[in-house]
């Protein structure tokens, strides 16, 4: 059949939908709870069009044009609904994607990813990660006002983290690798969509008191799912600081729940767009209904998950960690507080 996107007329084979007929064409339109290949249902609208026939805004993913539909993918009033879209599902979103110590840094030091490596004595790696970013450590941060121990949510708690003390350390014990390694730092990518969590609630300081220490004490707070994240890569390419509503501090911060093997999953990044639940048998399902609904894990289905899940998750809420056990066990050390208290509740 023939539909007409963007006032350029196109053949659209039978089973295609107008995302994938827009895509295919060159059109680029955002999805979160569409998966290629896998059972999805509308519920984002990130990925919505406008129906000129009847002037409707209706979603792509799930959409089949029918006979000489005309669709506009690209006007004001489409893009303000896939903001407004992607705004919403910020809004009870817990988006700590990146630790504040990180985020402050001058010199673009991972410092949550270095301080991940030196606690789990992976001492080589923990200095890598400095050598990105230092040519000479050492002096860099010696001058340096440490924004990153005045930022550390630790510091809410009891006191900051000892950063520069832990650089200088990892410094001191590889000087010749430093030589020969040392960069002029990173740039850092300042219109990513980042951490708006700020300190912690009086709640939040109370239970994360209990959470087993770390030899650096850090609480590892950055969102361990980052990486692939295409929420805050959304976020990102629409130039969203901050949502116009926030409802995330009704949410629990760090609530990362062991599945199994490598395979993590935190509630309060995920967007109960369903691709899990609707792709897994005996795994994931809907728990309540309305602004209260919640996608759960019950215990007993947590062995059928696998990782190919895990990859269809948009965002960091399901994912599979690092395969160094003893790191993916310091980033989540939060979680077996969660769960002892979610048993006892
Ligand atoms: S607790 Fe760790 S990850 Fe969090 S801000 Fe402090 S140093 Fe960074
Ligand atoms: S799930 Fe995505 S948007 Fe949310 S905190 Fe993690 S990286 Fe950020
Ligand atoms: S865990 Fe991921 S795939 Fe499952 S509903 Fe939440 S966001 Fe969607
Ligand atoms: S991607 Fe189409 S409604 Fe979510």
Same mark, same amino acid.
């Given at each position: 059949m023939q539909v007409t996107i963007n006032n350029t007329p196109i053949e659209v084979p039978d089973g295609e939908t107008i995302l994938e007929a827009a895509r295919r064409s060159g059109y680029i339109i955002p999805s979160l709870c569409y998966a290629k290949d896998a059972k999805h249902k509308s519920?984002?609208?990130?990925c919505a069009v406008k129906n000129?026939?009847?002037?409707q805004i209706i979603p792509s993913c799930t959409t089949y044009p029918t006979e000489g539909m005309i669709i506009e993918t690209e006007s004001k009033e489409v893009l303000l609904v896939r903001t407004l879209s992607l705004e919403l599902l910020l809004s009870?979103? @817990?988006?700590? =994607?990146?630790?504040p110590c990180s985020m402050v840094c001058p010199k673009g030091l991972d410092v949550e990813k270095m301080l991940l490596y030196y606690d789990s004595g992976c001492y080589e790696e923990s200095y890598a990660e400095i050598a990105k970013a230092f040519r000479l450590p050492e002096i860099g941060c010696d001058t340096c006002k440490a924004p990153c121990e005045k930022a550390c949510r630790r510091s809410t708690i009891d006191k900051p983290v000892n950063i520069r003390g832990i650089i200088k350390e990892m410094a001191g014990i590889q000087t010749t690798t430093l030589l020969l390694t040392g960069t002029n730092g990173l740039k850092k990518d300042k219109n990513k969509f980042f951490s708006r969590l700020g300190r912690f609630t009086n709640h939040e300081r109370e239970r994360l008191k209990q959470t087993t220490s770390t030899p650096s004490g850090c609480?590892?707070?950055?969102?361990?799912? @980052?990486?692939? =994240?295409k929420l805050r890569m959304y976020a990102t390419v629409e130039g969203i600081?901050?949502?116009?509503?926030?409802?995330?501090?009704m949410l629990t911060v760090m609530n990362k729940t062991h599945v199994n093997g490598n395979i993590w999953f935190e509630q309060?990044?995920?967007?109960?767009?369903?691709i899990c639940v609707y792709n897994s048998e005996n795994g994931f399902t809907f728990k309540d209904r309305g602004f209260g609904m919640q996608v759960v894990l019950p215990e007993e289905n947590?062995?059928?998950?696998?990782e190919e899940l895990a990859t269809l998750?948009?965002?960091?809420?399901?994912y599979v960690a690092d395969s160094k056990s003893q790191l993916t066990k310091l980033r989540n050390s939060h979680s077996s507080v969660v769960e002892n208290q979610q048993v006892k509740n």
């Open positions: 519920s984002c609208m990130v000129c026939g009847n002037g009870d979103h @817990r988006a700590d =994607c990146e630790a609480l590892h707070c950055a969102c361990a799912g @980052r990486e692939g =994240c600081k901050r949502p116009r509503y926030d409802l995330s501090s309060s990044k995920c967007i109960r767009c369903g947590k062995p059928h998950i696998k998750c948009p965002t960091g809420a399901l």
